[in-house]
């Protein structure tokens, strides 16, 4: 079973950046797609970016062209980078994996989730 242990989250000033970094640790899993989702009260979670194993990378709208999503995989660690934070990047910021290369497909393991704060 996978555990995910996020960081990075905090308190940061519109318009400035952020980098969040999540390490997949323990055994018998399988991963092939890292994610980042995030999370604000009374809506879904939304899928921010995800890369698999083959380079492929997703990206949110909201987030696309001042975002970098990227992964060690000796370290089995992903990072996301927001530049230019909004006032709406604010959420819960979760870290996911899947065996899938499509990124739609469900997520086996999730971390506790980092919260992000932006001031404006």
């Known amino acids: 079973q996978a555990h995910l242990a996020e960081s990075g989250g905090g308190l940061v000033q519109s318009g400035g950046s952020l980098r969040l970094s999540c390490v997949a640790s323990g055994s018998g899993f399988t991963i092939n797609t890292m994610a980042w989702f995030r999370q604000v009260p009374e809506k879904p979670r939304e899928l921010v970016a995800a890369v698999n194993t083959a380079g492929r990378m997703f990206y949110a709208d909201s987030v696309k062209g001042r975002s970098t999503i990227s992964r060690d995989n000796a370290k089995d660690t992903v990072y996301l980078q927001i530049d230019s934070l909004k006032p709406e990047d604010a959420a819960v910021y979760y870290c996911?994996?899947?065996?899938?290369?499509?990124?739609?497909?469900?997520?086996?393991?999730w971390g506790q989730g980092t919260r992000v704060t932006v001031s404006s």
């Open positions: 996911a994996i899947s065996r899938y290369s499509d990124f739609q497909n469900p997520y086996e393991g």
